[in-house]
């Protein structure tokens, strides 16, 4: 690979469409046309080698403040298989400027919890706000608890500007209700009597404007994106949608120029004219944040913690400085079948299965994807570690259709036979969610955490499953981050949040595997 092209420095798509009254789908016509040799390549798997990028691409990544200071090699090796994607694969296959897929960024908080407390969480982030919010989930159910959490955290916002008499805050908003199943387009825009049907406040909220996109690829094309961008200061990444399941789920919040990319490519996915700007458009996050924003908050939740549940937990990581990451995403293919492999996330997965040296931890509902299997199995026998945290029954009818993959417990059987074919059954070791009042797996109290680090230095943490549809088909977002101490926190509070290593573990270097399993799960 050569000196990074023009794409890595030009103009993005965000920046576009702030000096030109036209949609981010023409501004992305304008800046990124599709060559013959990128519709050749669709979707095909294109990984060769896993080297380092050269120096020169490196050193101009760092000149251009793209990265705080030179990433790991382990890091890079992945991110050079990243770029190489959006280099050469299908347009935006990542949903993101190409420049603003190497990035940067704080990791402030990390909450691990019910999905309701997380929405109280990201209700208690909007009294922030001060000019935006812009708000993306996968599903929004209407009638649910958690819908009524954030209305209620519309409404209580509202409230604090009109009693200081403030400016409007611009709100939008974007979801996969499935409303227009029946229509060509992938975006729809949703009318504001539609929205007040759906426990969205619009009469009741003067001082917000809102605007909602309802998303949808046929068939399979579904959004499964999970974020919130808050006066493009705050990001949002979590891994819950806007229902009542009675899911523990992961909130992680950044700051830094990690914001800019993901406010990219809310805009790249809105697609079609925006009613009126988001007012941050030419107001983009600082590199280095200051991080009296993040206190104004902190303060605020000391004087009103507004948890729930016993289960869930705010992790504060220590105060440090910006650290590498690499926005790691993947564009929707609603095409029934297993061709979409090639984009930023499932490329950003298979490198890190084949680079990882010493260990894999991973945590996610579902785990059933062939690719995934495959780079556990050789990771595994390389003499690699890998540590899998999973659900006991989450989906599994959904998973039992025909290539859907199976359910975990099927799968994972398969697998110790397989490392046990070549002797490699001791490198896995398999744990049961197990929650932190609990003695065993229990399908009432899933975990919907979506999680994966290599060699205990850098991880990739987003809305992107182990299973077929995420994959395959889903609007996935992810952040790589590249940080030895921060990697390690998230450990620790996985450990001290869960009974899963303590009374869900199977372990491969003990006898039978699978009667392990049975003896976990109580078959």
């Known amino acids: 690979m050569q000196s990074p092209p023009n794409q890595m420095q030009g103009q993005t798509v965000t920046e576009l469409i ?3 009254e036209i949609s981010p789908k023409k501004a992305v016509s304008i800046l990124y046309e599709e060559s013959n040799d990128r519709k050749k390549c669709k979707g095909k798997e ?4 896993y080297d380092l990028p050269p120096n020169d691409f490196v050193e101009r990544l760092l000149y251009t403040d793209r990265f705080p200071y030179k990433p790991s090699d382990l890091f890079l090796r992945i991110f050079n298989q990243v770029y190489k994607c959006a280099e050469t694969g299908e347009k935006l296959a990542g949903m993101i400027s190409p420049r603003l897929l190497s990035t940067s960024g704080i990791v402030r908080a990390t909450l691990l919890g019910t999905t309701c407390d997380i929405i109280r969480y990201i209700a208690k982030c909007m009294l922030n706000a001060e000019k935006e919010i812009l708000f993306s ?5 209407d009638d649910s608890k958690s819908a009524k959490l954030v209305r209620d955290g519309f409404i209580a916002l509202n409230n ?3 009693q200081k008499n403030g400016n409007k805050i611009t709100v939008k908003m974007m979801w996969c209700r499935g409303q227009h199943r029946r229509s060509v387009h992938t975006q729809a825009a949703v009318n504001k009597k539609v929205l007040d049907n759906i426990n969205v406040p619009t009469l009741e909220c003067p001082y917000l404007d809102f605007e909602a996109m309802d998303f949808y690829r046929l068939f399979l094309g579904v959004l499964h994106f999970k974020f919130m961008i808050i006066d493009r200061r705050t990001l949002l990444i979590f891994s819950n949608n806007i229902n009542d399941k009675p899911n523990v789920e992961m909130c992680v919040h950044l700051e830094g120029d ?4 993901y406010y990219d490519t809310f805009v790249i996915n809105w697609g079609k004219k925006f009613s009126t700007l988001p007012p941050c458009i030419n107001d983009p996050s600082p590199i280095l944040p200051d991080i009296s924003y993040f206190q104004r908050f902190q303060e605020s939740f000391l004087r009103d913690p507004f948890f729930e549940s016993p289960l869930s937990q705010l992790f504060y990581h220590f105060p440090r400085t910006s650290a590498p990451m690499a ?3 993947r564009l929707p293919h609603g095409s029934p079948g297993h061709s979409s492999k090639y984009n930023p996330q499932d490329v950003a997965w298979r490198s890190a299965f084949a680079l990882a040296r010493n260990s894999i931890y991973i945590q996610t509902p579902d785990f059933n994807a062939v690719p995934a ?4 199995i050789r990771a595994c026998a390389r003499g690699v570690k890998v540590t899998i945290w999973l659900c006991y029954g989450y989906n599994a009818l959904k998973e039992r259709f025909p290539r859907q993959g ?12 397989k490392l046990q074919e070549i002797h490699c059954e001791q490198n896995l070791v398999v744990c049961w969610y197990v929650a932190k009042n609990q003695t065993r797996p229990q399908k009432s109290i899933p975990c919907h955490v979506k999680f994966m680090s290599i060699d205990d230095s850098v991880a990739i943490v987003g809305s992107g499953n182990m299973d077929v549809q995420s994959w395959y088909h889903s609007a996935e977002c992810n952040v790589m981050v590249d940080s030895k101490e921060v990697v390690a926190e998230w450990m620790q509070y996985f450990r001290d949040s869960q009974n899963t290593e303590i009374n869900g573990k199977v372990d491969g270097a003990l006898p039978n595997p699978e009667a392990q399993i049975n003896r976990v799960l109580g078959l």
């Not at 294109?46 to 080698?49: N, P, T």
């Not at 299997?373 to 556990?376: A, D, L, N, R, S």
């Not at 199976?406 to 036979?417: D, F, L, R, S, T």
């Open 327 to 329: 926005a790691v995403h």
């Open 160 to 162: 604090v500007l009109q």
């Open 46 to 49: 294109k990984i060769v080698d």
């Open 258 to 261: 990690i914001v800019n990319s």
């Open 18 to 20: 702030s000096s030109r």
């Open 406 to 417: 199976g359910e975990n417990a099927h799968v994972i059987k398969k697998m110790y036979q």
């Open 137 to 141: 989930t996968g599903f929004w159910k």
């Open 373 to 376: 299997i495959k780079g556990v």
